[in-house]
């Protein structure tokens, strides 16, 4: 195994005893066949129900609309996407030549599909327990937050809400900047919105984190005038 992909692994804080297992789960179908949407289909069924117990427990006042709506919030591409950036999963991927060159490695729907086929992996190898056990450690940060109390969108959803409400464009997102080396990029991203006369900039890890950062700004900024 690779140097890139020992590492992959400490950050899944899973170590795969069969080395082929991981390879399938990052192999895209454009790579070729056998590829990863087998597990990818197996990964989605047992991360639906990790997460829907996990919020079942940790809500126990919730009914069932809410516990379906937060649980979708949590298992959905997006938020996948999300957990392979962490990973820096991109640059594990086995694609296809074309799909190389388009920037498939980048591309959430490939990320997040990626992400539900390593469950199926962790599943298949050392059983359930022990797959629930990862994932919950991987969403521990996003489950502390969860709250019947507060809205489960995230800054970006928000702020989109808030301005169609009043009838104002779209925000309007731009990397300023990228720095840092391909491994540890920081990504800069200034927000442009109607009701402000400057932009507001953000930096974080990845250009989503950033832009939900810079999104989060804004809306103090609106909320606050």
């Given at each position: ?16 005893r069969?080395?082929a297992?991981?390879?399938l ?15 990818e ?6 991360l ?15 009914r ?23 990973f ?17 490695q980048?591309?959430d ?38 709250s ?10 928000e ?17 300023v ?42 809306l103090?900024k609106?909320?606050?005038?």
């Amino acid at each position: 195994m690779s140097q890139r992909f020992q590492r992959l692994q400490d950050c899944l804080g899973y170590r795969f005893r069969d080395d082929a297992q991981l390879e399938l789960a990052l192999t895209h179908r454009s790579f070729g066949s056998p590829n990863n949407e087998r597990l990818e289909f197996l990964g989605d069924s047992i991360l639906n129900f990790i997460i829907g117990e996990a919020l079942y427990r940790k809500l126990p006042e919730a009914r069932e609309g809410q516990l379906s709506r937060l649980r979708a919030q949590m298992v959905k591409g997006e938020t996948l996407a999300e957990l392979a950036h962490e990973f820096e999963l991109g640059g594990c991927l086995r694609l296809g030549e074309g799909e190389m060159k388009s920037g498939g490695q980048k591309r959430d729907s490939i990320l997040a599909d990626a992400v539900e086929a390593i469950i199926g992996a962790i599943y298949l190898e050392a059983g359930f327990d022990a797959c629930a056990e990862r994932v919950n450690a991987w969403y521990q940060p996003r489950l502390a937050q969860v709250s019947l109390d507060k809205p489960s969108k995230d800054p970006k959803t928000e702020l989109q809400e808030f301005l169609q409400a009043k009838q104002l464009p779209l925000p309007d997102y731009q990397v300023v900047e990228v720095a840092g080396q391909a491994h540890a990029h920081t990504f800069t991203i200034a927000c442009r919105v109607a009701l402000l006369k400057q932009a507001v900039q953000a930096s974080a890890s990845s250009r989503r984190e950033a832009e939900k950062q810079a999104a989060a700004a804004v809306l103090e900024k609106l909320r606050g005038h």
